[in-house]
């Protein structure tokens, strides 16, 4: 069956680069998606990669998707205080739905 | 333009009681989405509407758990009675699929928090 695994928590110092790390095991997954959830609110998307990519660069983001291994892992540079929450990875292991993990809390220490 | 919106933002309710929680999905989006996200289970899927029909309930805990879509503007998710474990943070989500080619990126509300005392 689908599932996605992350590790749980994740402490960096500010202005140091952030890694989150994500496997999954649909291999017929088209889309891996990378949401944020900040205390107290919903999750926003953040970025999202196409199956037949390797890598993804937005701003301070960068996505890298090893199909081989079903690994993803999100980089964020130059990471800022604001940056702390829980991080979804998602994979859309069916035709309309997103399997989510249980998400990597970040925190961003001064 | 306004995003998933879902009422009430907070509910602490009595063991017993029927709790009601409300939608409005983004306007034009064809798929809505009931998540309940806890501690101990993460983020889970409990229905899923396309088109105003639901596709898939097999996440809905148990017969307490009942969900509509009695038009494209607007869901209720209803709990009766309500219990204790059913605490959480209730998501309402939506998406627009164009095609299986376009990725079917899920927008989700800001959450209703139930607490059952």
């Known amino acids: 069956g689908e599932d996605v695994e992350q590790s749980l928590f994740l402490s960096v110092r500010e202005g140091d680069s952030s890694v989150i790390n994500c496997t999954y095991t649909?291999?017929?997954?088209?889309?891996l998606y990378w949401y944020k959830q900040e205390p107290g609110a919903g999750l926003q998307l953040l970025t999202y990669?196409?199956?037949?990519?390797d890598m993804k660069q937005d701003q301070r983001l960068t996505v890298l998707l090893n199909k081989k291994d079903k690994h993803l892992s999100l980089r964020i540079a130059d990471t800022q205080t604001g940056d702390s929450a829980i991080y979804f990875c998602?994979?859309?292991?069916?035709?309309?739905?997103?399997?989510f993990g249980k998400g990597t809390m970040l925190l961003v220490s001064p | 333009d306004a995003g998933v919106i879902q009422s009430p933002r907070h509910e602490v309710t009595e063991m017993g009681q029927e709790v009601t929680l409300r939608c409005k999905p983004i306007?034009?989006?064809?798929?809505l989405f009931w998540y309940r996200q806890t501690m101990m289970r993460g983020l889970e899927l409990l229905i899923y509407?396309?088109?105003?029909?639901?596709?898939?309930d097999s996440g809905m805990p148990e017969d307490r758990f009942s969900a509509k879509m009695p038009n494209a503007s607007f869901s209720t998710l209803k709990i009766q009675p309500s219990e204790p474990r059913d605490s959480a943070v209730y998501f309402c989500?939506?998406?627009?699929?164009?095609?299986?080619?376009?990725?079917?990126?899920?927008?989700f509300g800001e959450g209703s928090w139930l607490t059952v005392v």
């Open positions: 989500a939506s998406s627009l699929i164009s095609g299986r080619g376009s990725g079917n990126t899920i927008y």
């Open positions: 306007s034009g989006h064809d798929y």
């Open positions: 509407f396309n088109n105003n029909v639901p596709i898939d």
């Open positions: 998602a994979e859309n292991s069916g035709y309309s739905t997103l399997t």
């Open positions: 649909d291999s017929s997954s088209t889309y």
């Open positions: 990669i196409f199956s037949n990519m």
